[in-house]
């Protein structure tokens, strides 16, 4: 089967729409792209509600033009360190004759490991069953048809401050789009560049933006921990600013052009023209001095990295290590630099199983957009979330309606 998806990443640095048909292979074809510079977020949250609906409409159109579609509803990606995740497991009696288990009492232990207490302004975005527990048998995947007295589901729950997420709610509804599920950023990109195998094995997904680092650790094939640190490469640009005065411009093309995120020491050390906080002045600035600034923030994000790992509260190994997407992927020695600080293989994951309008986003800035389509096609309901003659059409319940959402975890994530 293949369905029409729209997903939309309201990133910090850039809003990407993308319009696919995705199959249930999980192969994308991209009909559609809209790029446009972010405007109104600070570290993956709205700020300003006006230029986020401009940023986001203007992608929107975009993508309309390009793949003549008229987009209604999208999956929209969702960060900003107001999100915080955990662990809860439900307990459930199977009291029936035969002891079977059915999707009933899995919805029902799922259910009984939501009811934990949430502050006031925080609302869940995602309840995510993981494992299952039967008669204290560990590690089921699949319980249903299983005869047994007592069933546990092991959840991992991601919840977010109201108010961030009403922001961003409204700037997508104010662009002319309805929301189909808010996926938290770095489970979509894991859908865009983890493999099965990964997940089995153990790995830690990290998805550099400009804004934030996002963070997903799946073990066994579940996800086990999620995060969202505030750190990403405007902080890189920003070091440059400070230490060498140079406008943010310059800086940002410095780090483009000539980064690393090892700064050894070059034997012929060549300099580079720049301008200076002053009109009309230029500097010469040090490669070498360039790179050792750009490694001191680098180092600051891996040792984010391993103070995650630990918090996560799994002190096994990641046997399939980091995969690590982003724009700040790509900045040259960086996978090298994790390597070298934390012992695990490292890769940098970019989007594959593209067709169509795929050049502009087969690499790493795009995992989040790509993820997002992937996501919906293997979690969103069956829903006509775009019809090719102009008429969009809304599927049932959406986002706000807390019982259809709760109905609609049930439905994706059972077995
Ligand atoms: N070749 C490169 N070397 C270094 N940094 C890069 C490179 N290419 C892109 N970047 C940086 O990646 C960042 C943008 O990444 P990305 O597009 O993933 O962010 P975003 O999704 O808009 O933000 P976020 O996910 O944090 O909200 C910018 O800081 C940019 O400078
Ligand atoms: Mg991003």
Redesign the pocket.
Known sequence: MQRTIVGI??????V?TIVAQVKDSGRVNILGVGLTP?KG?D??VVVNIDDAINAISNSVEKAERLSGYRIGTAFVGV?GRHISSLNSRGVVAIGRPDHEITRNDIARAVEAAQAVALPTQREVIHVIPRAYVVDGHEGIRDPVGMSGYRLEVETHIVTGEVMAIQNLIKSVQRAGVEIDDLVL?PLASGEAVLTEEDKDRGVMLV????????IAIFIQGGIWHTSVIPV???H??NDLVYVLHTPHNTA?YL??RY?SAIGDDMQDDTLIEADTLMAGEQQKISHTVLNQILQSRAEQIVELLYNEIRRSGYDGLLPAGIVL????A???RFDELIREMLGIPVRVGVPTGLTGLADAIDS?????GVGLLRWGARHGQAMATLTQSGTAERNGGGWGNAYERVKSWLREFLP
């Open positions: 990443d309201v990133g910090t640095t850039k990407c972010s977020l570290r993956g960060a950023q998805d550099i933006g400009g804004g934030t680092t996002d990403g490469g405007n890189f640009t940002e780090k483009l980064g997407t982003g724009g700040c790509q900045l040259p790493p800035p795009y995992a989040t």
